[in-house]
């Protein structure tokens, strides 16, 4: 409840520790999980103290228990083991600390840490942090290499080492973390979340050598997955050795199965590059010569065609072609024009024999009367009516007889 407190009218500290400590009494026991990272079993004493710390966040509590509680599973618990204690918050007034009296400790076997990982997997592959659409890959040549590692480790070495052995100008940037207990998890995310804001670094790889499950706990640790996923830059997980996959194998962008495999993922070999360089150029040189060459040839085959070796060939046959045919209009207009010239003669004879002339040449005469009808009747014409005779040679007048 709410306490009702003014500058007027404070609560002693006393009275805030007492306060406090009455609410921690309510609490009742609860089960916590988390790893110990201090013990301490001083001969003869009837209670152990521990230092129970959150391996995902840097929060720590100090847990007591008596001696028959902790030697119960003292031969499988030690320091950096992780365990399950039933305790009951306590808070201590004269000092205001909390600490928890631990009535059962259990230590969290192999089997308990798998099943776990297997529902957080599921749980993070349900939210589509493992989706390959989001993975991105790394650039061909990356000009700095992130690496997060353990100091003076094997896998710093192995990255390193091959990287400049296949790519000898290759630069790293190198935070150097702790790779196990207590104070890796934080760690390694704060390395990953510097790297991932440099503008100049295209490629992340976290890297540690082989272990035991508990001792790569860290690299499936939700915090962990969660800051890979959330990285701009392409991330590569090199963890252990290929049968371990940490949590970190199915975030990250490229999974390497050891840090030797990652560096030969990320950077080229420049000699296997030279080669490939010297293949794809003598590739392009062939297909050059093959295209002259077949080019070439049909050059040659186009040149081989009568049309182009002798190109007036076809002039010379259409000019024989259009000469017949211009003698053959000749002729044929020659004979049109003599059968017209013949039919116009005998036309023109027959028109020659018909003619009024040529029936006056014969003996005949037409006569007219002084209107110039023609008399064809003896009955047009009276008696001493005068008439012109029209004959061959011209004309005369006679005169009708009674």
């Keep these: ?22 609410w921690i009494d309510r609490l009742g026991a609860v089960w916590v999980e988390g790893q110990i990272t201090q013990l301490s079993r001083r001969p003869g004493a009837g209670v152990v ?43 201590y007034a004269p000092r205001g ?36 659409e989001r993975k991105t890959a790394p650039p061909f040549l990356p000009q700095l290499i992130g690496l997060v590692c353990g100091r003076a480790s094997a896998a710093e070495r192995d990255v390193l080492e091959n990287a400049r052995h296949r ?19 934080p760690q390694v995310v704060q390395a990953v979340k510097e790297l991932d804001a440099m503008d100049e670094v295209d490629v992340i790889i976290v890297a540690r050598g082989g272990g035991s499950v508990e001792d790569l706990l860290p690299f499936s640790d939700e915090q962990l997955v969660r800051a890979v996923a959330g990285c701009r830059t392409p991330v590569v997980s090199a963890i252990g050795h290929e049968p371990d996959t940490p ?15 990652a560096a030969k993922k990320v950077v080229p070999d420049v000699g296997e590059e030279l080669e490939r360089v010297r293949m794809l150029r003598d590739r392009a040189r062939r297909c050059a010569a093959a295209f002259v060459e077949r080019e070439e040839r049909g ?100 005169k009708v007889d009674g």
């Design 247 to 261: 949590l970190l194998d199915y975030v990250a962008d490229v999974r390497a199965s050891t840090p030797t495999d």
């Design 167 to 185: 790519w000898p100008a290759v630069r790293f940037e190198v935070r150097n973390v702790p790779v196990q207990g207590v104070h890796a998890v």
């Design 49 to 91: 103290f521990l230092t129970l710390r959150d391996p995902s966040h840097d929060i720590s509590v100090s847990v007591t228990c008596y001696r028959q509680v902790f030697d119960a599973v003292a031969d499988v618990v030690g320091e950096g083991a992780r365990v399950v204690v039933l305790a009951k918050p306590e808070w």
């Design 1 to 22: 409840m709410a306490v009702n407190t003014s500058p007027e009218s404070p609560l002693p500290v006393g009275e805030v520790s007492r306060l406090i400590g009455g």
């Design 97 to 132: 600390q909390l600490s928890l009296r631990a009535a059962e400790i259990r230590p969290v076997g192999v089997g308990e840490l798998l099943a776990r990982l297997e529902q957080l997997k599921k749980s993070l592959a349900a939210e589509g942090l493992f989706a390959p």
């Design 299 to 398: 050059l040659a085959h186009a040149l081989a065609r009568p049309a182009i070796q002798d190109p007036h060939r076809m002039l010379d046959e259409r000019a024989d072609h259009v000469l017949s045919l211009l003698e053959r209009g000749r002729r044929t207009l020659g004979h049109l024009l003599d059968r017209a010239d013949s039919e116009l003669t005998h036309t023109h004879a027959r028109v020659v024999a018909l003619s009024p002339a040529a029936t006056l040449r014969r003996g005949y005469a037409v006569l007219q009367r002084a209107d110039g009808h023609v008399v064809r009747d003896p009955a047009e014409v009276t008696a001493g009516e005068a008439l012109r005779a029209r004959v061959a040679d011209g004309e005369l007048t006679v």
